[in-house]
T-cell receptor, first 115, second 116 residues
């Protein structure tokens, strides 16, 4: 079994300040973890993924996330927020196995960026 | 690379009619495609998983006779909402994956369905 908990449903930051979106997971198997971003009325875009290689993962648009097994966390960070970062962010887990597997989505965190 | 398209992006139909939504992987062969439904301000709910050339596997609570899925080729899957009703109005998103393991799923831009 696997699950994802996004600890904040809504985060508001000022432009130019750091972003932290929190995600905790549970998985019976060694997991693959993803962060996706969704802008209004759009599909999901992959920001970054962890698949058992380096624990610090760098993604697009300056985002990065660190896989911490001891804390079962995969928090998303960005040093300096931009107005265009305002969107919904989903943390996603899937078993890192060789068989067909399904994604389990968190409930999402809405990031608001203010001037 | 790894682009997934959906057509149409938006559709309005009358209650009782059927609507077909196409999902295409443009630059890779998708062994597996997934169909999700997203309610307003909610997360994605997996409806079904389809592997090319075989019957789709539906999630619990999803009516297979209402949501017909066909994955006839490695680049195309279709979702047909049969006899649509207003409660079927939603945002439908497909995704595609090249392999069968933990590889990345690439998502289409979604289709907004409004049933009047």
């Amino acid at each position: 079994a696997q699950s994802v908990t996004q600890l904040d449903s809504h985060v508001s930051v000022s432009e130019g300040t750091p972003v932290l979106l929190r995600c905790n997971y549970s998985s019976s198997y060694s997991p693959s973890l993803f962060w996706y971003v969704q802008h209004p009325n759009k599909g999901l875009q992959l920001l970054l993924k962890y698949t058992s290689a380096a624990t610090l993962v760098k993604g697009i648009n300056g985002f990065e996330a660190e896989f911490k097994k001891s804390e079962t966390s995969f928090h998303l960070t960005k040093p300096s927020a931009h107005m265009s970062d305002a969107a919904e962010y989903f943390c996603v887990v899937t078993p890192n196995t060789g068989t067909a597997s399904k994604l389990t989505f968190g409930t999402g965190t809405r990031l608001q960026v203010t001037l | 690379g790894a682009v997934v398209s959906q057509h149409p992006s938006r559709v309005i139909c009358k209650s009782g009619t059927s609507v077909k939504i196409e999902c295409r992987s443009l630059d890779f062969q998708a062994t597996t495609m997934f169909w999700y439904r997203q309610f307003p301000k909610k997360s994605l709910m997996l409806m079904a998983t389809s592997n090319e050339g075989s019957k789709a596997t539906y999630e619990q609570g999803v009516e297979k006779d209402k949501f017909l899925i066909n994955h006839a080729s490695l680049t195309l899957s279709t979702l047909t909402v049969t006899s649509a009703h207003p409660e079927d109005s939603s945002f439908y998103i497909c995704s595609a994956r090249a392999g069968r393991g933990g590889e990345t799923q690439y998502f289409g831009p979604g289709t907004r369905l409004l049933v009047l």
